[in-house]
């Protein structure tokens, strides 16, 4: 079920593949839940929508409606927070000393709308210091091609972003965009290991829109600050 399954310090971060559980319904988040040994009501998702809204949760925040953002941030151990994709790059978010965690949805527009640096910022603003980030399987920026307009309008907000594919057409390297934006806010970036399945594009193992179409699944990023 995992990409990779990561204590460091006070949170445990997790990337999920598309066996065991598909992510984008509640089968899926009862058997994560199970794995996980909780209870599915303390794994918190979001509706997302491709912004850079940043949600705070603990205990007492309502579950339903689900929170419309892009990241999910809480100092509260127990809880698992959750952001899913099928293409868009997922992120983990921590201070592992002091035990505040985040996810992070960041797709092409929430990656131009800088949705990884303001939860760094919200982090910081509730006292996190040393931050961490994991960045979890996406689409390349050789699979992920998009219009020569798109990558320039893209790009010039976040140069890093520019690639070109394999046949030499204009792409986009969302995770390269995101980890510059980490790497300017100062922000230490784990990469995952070079045997773990990484492009959603390429490997069956994972979850891609772009690849499956409309019925693919979801993967996703999760964080749980630990007691």
């Known amino acids: 079920m995992f990409v990779l399954d990561t204590v460091s310090g006070r949170v445990r971060v997790a ?10 319904g509640a089968v899926g988040l009862a058997r994560l839940a199970e794995v996980l040994g909780m209870l599915v009501e303390d794994v918190v998702v979001m509706q997302q929508v491709h912004g850079r809204a940043v949600a705070l949760v603990d205990r007492a925040t309502p579950r339903a409606p689900m929170p419309v953002a892009d990241a999910l941030v809480t100092s509260t151990p127990g809880l698992a927070l959750l952001a899913r994709a099928a293409d868009c790059v ?5 201070d592992p000393a002091v035990g505040i965690a985040a996810v992070v949805h960041s797709g092409r ?21 040393a931050l961490e980030a994991w960045i979890g399987p996406r689409v390349c920026g ?10 320039a309008e893209v790009a010039a907000v976040e140069p890093a972003t520019w690639s070109t594919t394999r046949t030499g057409t204009p792409a986009l390297d969302l995770a390269a965009g995101v980890r510059a934006q980490l790497l300017r806010a100062g922000v230490g970036v784990h990469e995952l290991p070079d ?33």
């Open 15 to 24: 990337f999920t593949n598309r066996h065991g559980a598909d992510l984008a």
């Open 90 to 94: 997922p992120v983990a978010l921590a």
């Open 142 to 151: 050789s699979c992920y091609e998009v219009p020569a307009e798109l990558r």
């Open 195 to 227: 045997d773990a399945p990484a492009c959603t594009m390429e490997s069956p193992d994972l979850f891609s829109h772009r690849r499956q179409g409309a019925g693919s699944g979801r993967q996703g990023v999760l964080v749980q600050v630990l007691m």
């Open 109 to 129: 527009e929430g990656t131009a709308a800088g949705v990884a640096p303001a939860t760094v910022e919200v982090m910081r603003a509730r006292g996190a210091g």
